[in-house]
């Protein structure tokens, strides 16, 4: 496992470069966010994702999220009309993840099976948006929580030890929270708030 030890208001570039070209070569990384540690891949990465899927003990019919640089990101891979955007506009970047329609940019095994969603969030992080940034492309994410545990993992030295065969590069900023992002389905007639966690959902309800 490559361990990459950045700072977390001011990453080295050097050190995000490293990570990114591993994410190309098809890697699975850890890495901080605005809310929890989470675990990715490149998107178009089956083989990556599945290994994930592994860690994370998810199944078939888990809904990934993506994770996108900015607003240009989101109307590539969700389908999103003038009004939807100007309240994304409004509300992003931010520690919410948002349910929308998926466009067919997004590989099937991503989305919702019935509902042919997606999830999408931006981030308000030094680190992702940099990562982000150098990848040129948006990430596949899931929060790092394991298998019989409710909380993610938070402490560097837990995730080393209990990842470090697992798991292919690891962004080290330090500890990290314990907290969740807020979901919020915009699929529908009406904006849903499926779950809230730190981010402020008070303009869609």
Do not use: W
């Not at 640089?69 to 931010?94: E, F, G, H």
């Not at 995730?159 to 979901?183: A, N």
């Amino acid at each position: 496992m490559l361990h990459l030890r950045v700072h977390p208001d001011n990453p080295q570039p050097r050190l995000i470069s490293q990570a990114v070209e591993r994410i190309r070569a098809g890697d699975v990384v850890v890495y901080p966010t605005d809310a929890a540690y989470a675990i990715g891949c490149q998107i178009g990465n089956k083989s990556a994702m599945e290994r994930i899927a592994q860690i994370r003990g998810l199944g078939p019919k888990h809904q990934y999220a993506i994770l996108c640089c900015d607003l240009s990101d989101i109307a590539t891979y969700a389908k999103v009309d003038n009004a939807m955007y100007r309240l994304l506009k409004n509300n992003t970047p931010a520690v919410t993840t948002f349910i929308l329609p998926a466009t067919s940019e997004v590989p099937r095994r991503l989305m919702h099976p019935k509902k042919k969603t997606i999830g999408l969030r931006i981030p308000n992080n030094p680190v992702c948006q940099m990562l982000l940034k150098e990848l040129g492309e948006p990430l596949l994410t899931s929060t790092l929580i394991l298998p019989g545990q409710t909380d993610p993992l938070d402490d560097p030295y837990d995730i080393e030890m209990q990842l470090g065969k697992r798991i292919d590069v690891f962004i080290d900023s330090g500890l990290g929270t314990l907290s969740t992002t807020s979901i919020v389905d915009l699929s529908g007639d009406h904006p849903e708030v499926i779950r809230r966690g730190v981010g402020d959902v008070s303009a869609f309800e």
